[in-house]
């Protein structure tokens, strides 16, 4: 029962290219958040999704940085013409459809490390 | 989502009780008491979570307080490997969680 599986891991990218990063929640899962984390700050909510819907973009930045959720596949954060900036771990979580319970408990993956050039 | 306070950092000696505190005193009765900690760069690890009701689990027991204004997450034997960033978070059902810095806490020989 895998959990949560980002790729890349690290990924390097010189400033103006493109950065994609995928990531695939716990099977069953069909709520997905993306987080970002500068080095030595929190963890930022960035968007939240569900399949083919995108719930609540309040943290992502107005330009370069867009997010999906596919009815198939896996979801994807796509950060556009990189800056230096964009330098952080970004992590992926993910959560059941239902919440029995009321209760809303999110599985993180381990991060993809991107470093920009 | 309502905002918590905990303290920057703590240390615990090994094989102690380490208690970490969280006040949240704007919860509204809807929202749930989450603990995640993480271990330096990895990703966040769930720990607990609770509405009134103090819960205990495999891996910590969290205490919430009557009013619920404040709850106490507590890690029976800590261990070296529980050296992580300890965060306290509240939110409703299916919302986004909500960071803070949370508590850094150092367990010690």
């Given at each position: 029962?895998?959990?949560?599986m980002?790729?890349?891991r690290?990924?390097?990218?010189?400033?103006g290219?493109?950065?994609?990063?995928?990531?695939?929640p716990?099977?069953?899962h069909?709520h997905?958040?993306?987080?970002?984390q500068?080095?030595?700050?929190?963890?930022k909510?960035?968007?939240?999704?569900?399949?083919?819907?995108?719930?609540?973009e309040?943290?992502?930045?107005?330009?370069?940085?867009?997010?999906?959720f596919?009815?198939?596949?896996?979801?994807?954060?796509?950060?556009?013409?990189v800056?230096?900036?964009?330098?952080a771990?970004?992590?992926?979580a993910?959560?059941?459809?239902?919440?029995?319970?009321?209760?809303n408990v999110?599985?993180?993956?381990?991060?993809?490390?991107?470093?920009?050039? | 989502d309502?905002?918590?306070?905990?303290?920057?950092?703590?240390?615990?000696a090994?094989?102690r009780?380490?208690?970490?505190?969280?006040n949240?005193?704007t919860?509204?009765?809807?929202?749930?008491v989450?603990?995640?900690r993480?271990?330096?760069?990895q990703?966040?690890?769930?720990?607990?979570?609770?509405?009134?009701?103090?819960?205990?689990?495999?891996?910590a027991?969290?205490?919430?307080?009557?009013?619920?204004?404040s709850?106490?997450l507590?890690?029976?034997?800590?261990?070296?490997?529980?050296?992580?960033?300890y965060?306290c978070?509240i939110?409703?059902t299916?919302s986004?969680?909500?960071?803070?810095?949370?508590?850094?806490?150092?367990?010690t020989?």
């Amino acid at each position: 029962n895998a959990g949560v599986m980002q790729n890349p891991r690290h990924l390097v990218r010189r400033r103006g290219q493109e950065a994609r990063l995928r990531c695939s929640p716990v099977k069953g899962h069909s709520h997905v958040y993306w987080y970002r984390q500068l080095p030595e700050e929190g963890l930022k909510f960035m968007v939240y999704l569900q399949k083919e819907n995108i719930i609540d973009e309040s943290g992502m930045p107005k330009e370069r940085f867009s997010a999906e959720f596919p009815k198939e596949g896996p979801s994807i954060l796509r950060i556009q013409q990189v800056v230096r900036g964009d330098s952080a771990a970004y992590f992926c979580a993910s959560s059941p459809s239902s919440a029995r319970s009321g209760a809303n408990v999110l599985t993180f993956g381990a991060g993809s490390r991107l470093t920009v050039l | 989502d309502a905002k918590t306070t905990q303290p920057p950092s703590m240390d615990c000696a090994e094989g102690r009780a380490a208690n970490l505190p969280c006040n949240h005193s704007t919860i509204s009765g809807n929202e749930y008491v989450y603990w995640y900690r993480q271990i330096h760069s990895q990703g966040p690890q769930y720990i607990i979570h609770g509405l009134k009701n103090n819960e205990t689990n495999e891996m910590a027991s969290l205490i919430i307080t009557e009013d619920r204004k404040s709850s106490t997450l507590i890690l029976p034997h800590a261990t070296l490997r529980d050296t992580a960033v300890y965060y306290c978070t509240i939110t409703g059902t299916a919302s986004k969680l909500t960071f803070g810095t949370g508590t850094r806490l150092q367990v010690t020989l």
